[in-house]
């Protein structure tokens, strides 16, 4: 099992910025992608941005530009660095780490962190 613990949320002018960490612990052995999501109530969970194992990194229309991911050397832990945020920002972020293994693919999630931001 993997556990992910998320920090770095919390309330924010428009125009601010935040960085959220994500660590990995546990079997972290051969992990894959890394990445943020997000979700507002009554809606789906969406993609923020993800990184790979070799730093190949994929971002949301709505974040180029204004949000950067990265991992740290080790691979086990992943940052979110939000500049420029605005109100529509405002979600509960959640880390995500997808493994590969014998043909099979696992997803691990962390519990979120809320991110306000304020107009």
């Known amino acids: 099992q993997v556990q992910l613990v998320e920090s770095g949320g919390g309330l924010v002018q428009a125009g601010g910025s935040l960085r959220l960490s994500c660590a990995a612990s546990?079997?972290?052995?051969?992990?894959?992608?890394m990445g943020w999501y997000r979700q507002t109530p009554g809606n789906q969970r969406e993609l923020v941005a993800t990184?790979?194992?070799?730093?190949?990194?994929n971002y949301a229309d709505s974040v180029k530009g204004r949000f950067t991911i990265s991992r740290d050397n080790a691979g086990n832990t992943v940052y979110l660095q939000m500049n420029s945020l605005k109100p529509e920002d405002t979600a509960v972020y959640y880390c995500?780490?997808?493994?590969?293994?014998?043909?099979?693919?696992?997803?691990?999630w962390g519990q979120g962190t809320q991110v306000t931001v304020s107009s």
């Open positions: 990184t790979s194992s070799v730093g190949i990194t």
């Open positions: 995500n780490a997808v493994r590969y293994l014998f043909g099979a693919k696992y997803d691990y």
């Open positions: 546990g079997s972290i052995f051969r992990l894959n992608a």
